[in-house]
C-alpha cells in the first residue's frame, strides 16, 4: 500500500467516525481520494531556485506587496489565507523578483502557524541576500476563527518579521515601507 493509499484509507476512516457514509452520497463517493490528494499537495513544499544577481548599486528598498499566500492552520487543519509583503535594502546581492513570491509559496505550504511563516519567509530572504535590512509582513484570515471557536468572522490578522535597518526607526525604512504597503502605491 503506497502513502497515498494509506492517506486515503485513513481519510475514508475519519469520515467513517464522523458518521459520513461515503458510500450514500455520489458526491462523497470519490472524496476521501481527493483530499488526500489535496493534502499531499498543500503540505508539499514546491522546490526552487533563489536566484540572485550582483547589486551594481541600488541602494534603495525593493518592495513587492500583495503576493497571496494559503495554508492550513498547524493547530486546526483550517486554511488561513492572505496577502504578503516583503521588501530588503539590498547590499551585494539583489532578487530575481519573482523569486519572492516563489519563496512564499515555497513557505506557506505545510502546517504553520502565521507567525512563524512570517518569521521563516523573512529568515530565508536574509540567508539568500544578506540585505542591510529586510522586512515582511502578512496579514491573514483564519478560518478556525471565523468558523469555530470564538466564530470571528472578518477578522484579519497581521504579523511582521525585521531585519537590520527595519529595526532602527530613525533609519526610515520601517515607516516607508508600511506607507507603501497602507496607501497602495
Same mark, same amino acid.
Given at each position: ?29 470519490? #472524496?476521501? /481520494?481527493?483530499?488526500?490528494?489535496? +493534502? /499531499?499537495?498543500? #503540505? ?20 513587492? !506587496? ?16 492572505? !496577502? #504578503? ?31 512563524? +511563516?512570517?518569521?521563516?519567509? &523573512? ?11 529586510? &522586512?515582511?509582513? &502578512? ?42 504597503? !497602507?496607501?497602495?502605491?
Amino acid at each position: 500500500m503506497t502513502e497515498q493509499d494509506r492517506l486515503q484509507w485513513h481519510i475514508e476512516q475519519l469520515l467513517d467516525l464522523l458518521g459520513v457514509d461515503v458510500d450514500d452520497n455520489p458526491h462523497i463517493e470519490g #472524496t476521501p /481520494r481527493r483530499v488526500a490528494r489535496s +493534502l /499531499r499537495e498543500l #503540505t508539499t513544499p514546491i522546490e526552487f531556485e533563489f536566484t540572485t544577481f550582483e547589486n551594481r548599486g541600488t541602494d534603495q528598498m525593493i518592495t513587492i !506587496k500583495d503576493i497571496p499566500f494559503y495554508s492550513l492552520c498547524a493547530h486546526h487543519l483550517l486554511p488561513f489565507y492572505g !496577502k #504578503t509583503h516583503i521588501a530588503y535594502i539590498p547590499e551585494k546581492r539583489l532578487a530575481g523578483l519573482s523569486k519572492l513570491a516563489r519563496t512564499v509559496e515555497y513557505f506557506m505550504r505545510g502546517l504553520n502557524v502565521q507567525e512563524e +511563516l512570517t518569521r521563516d519567509i &523573512m529568515d530565508y530572504l536574509v540567508e539568500h541576500l544578506d540585505p542591510l535590512g529586510a &522586512m515582511v509582513v &502578512m496579514e491573514g484570515h483564519h478560518l478556525c476563527m471565523a468558523m469555530r471557536g470564538s466564530e470571528t468572522p472578518g477578522h484579519m490578522t497581521t504579523t511582521s518579521a525585521l531585519y537590520g535597518v527595519f529595526f532602527d526607526p530613525s533609519k526610515g525604512a520601517r515607516q516607508e515601507f508600511l506607507e507603501l504597503i !497602507k496607501n497602495g502605491h
